[in-house]
């Protein structure tokens, strides 16, 4: 692997991200996600901390559900594509439909493993909140709730993981298992670098998409979207997130398409290893 084949990869990963199907396909899942976090951002305007963490995080998990099904399908359009296949969209859709049904219940465990961590905080909450002897529980404690909020983030950050190594996995199998996991730490095993330098160049397009646009809405928030009625800044949030979803739609195709090349790159490269040594074993 050099920088030439990366180069390649970028490029036609790129060249296929602006696709009429794939992009609907994108954005509609992309405004089922918003459309999710802003229900839960207005959940949070009036509840407690503790809550609101909840309505924080969660979001990030059942997203991550909707769009593993999604990249699966991407995946298995980007393969078709990268061959020169016709494509019949809908006939594909209808096979790939309890496979994509499968990745998404790949995100269940993350999300029970959040509301786990959520529980135990709110074992901290319950304790700081205790008549005499909280506050000084809290403070010995602090230790707790920083540990299970890093443990959150890591959380978030494995859905990540997964979105980009586990899709190309699932979209060549016809039925989705829990083995995949080991498959997958198998394959990061057997070359770690090679794999995390293939992600982040994969992901920085989406991060600095993601980091401009968040940037943007946090601006016009503290400029435009004001109001003390729950339901008027939660409209206001749904209307900024429309253009939010279009303009981040052809980065997260990208991202999926860049999957599936590293997949197909490093695979490639597994397979002239082992022709390399069986040749040497030939020779001895």
């Known amino acids: 692997m050099n920088f030439h ?91 790939s439909f309890e496979t994509f049904m499968g990745a998404a219940y790949l995100s269940l465990p993350m999300a029970l493993g959040y509301l786990f961590l959520w529980t135990l905080m709110g074992i901290f909450y319950l304790l700081k909140s205790l008549p005499m002897v909280g506050e000084a529980i809290g403070v010995l404690l602090s230790f707790g709730p920083f540990l299970l909020v890093l443990a959150s983030l890591l959380l978030g950050f494995l859905s990540v993981l997964i979105l980009f190594y586990a899709t190309p996995h699932i979209a060549l199998k016809k039925q989705v298992h829990f083995t995949v996991a080991e498959e997958i730490f198998d394959r990061l095993k057997v070359s770690p670098f090679a794999n995390i330098l293939l992600m982040l160049v994969g992901i920085s397009p989406l991060l600095a998409c993601i980091g401009f646009l968040t940037l943007s809405a946090f601006l016009t928030g503290l400029g435009y979207v004001a109001g003390k009625a729950v339901l008027a800044v939660s409209l206001q949030w749904f209307f900024i997130m429309i253009p939010f979803a279009l303009l981040l739609t052809p980065f997260v195709v990208f991202f999926f398409n860049f999957a599936t090349e590293s997949f197909g790159m490093l695979a490639r490269r597994g397979r002239k290893e082992r022709a390399s040594e069986d040749e040497c074993v030939s020779q001895l």
């Open 5 to 95: 084949e990366i180069e390649e990869i970028f490029n036609r990963a790129w060249r296929f991200a602006f696709s009429k199907q794939k992009f609907f396909l994108v954005f509609s899942a992309l405004l089922a996600c918003g459309v999710l976090v802003v229900f839960c951002k207005t959940l949070s305007f009036s509840a407690g901390p503790w809550v609101k963490m909840s309505l924080s995080f969660l979001p990030v998990f059942l997203c991550t559900g909707v769009m593993l099904a999604i990249g699966v399908l991407l995946n298995r359009i980007y393969y078709h594509e990268i061959k020169g296949n016709t494509i019949q969209f809908r006939k594909l859709f209808i096979d």
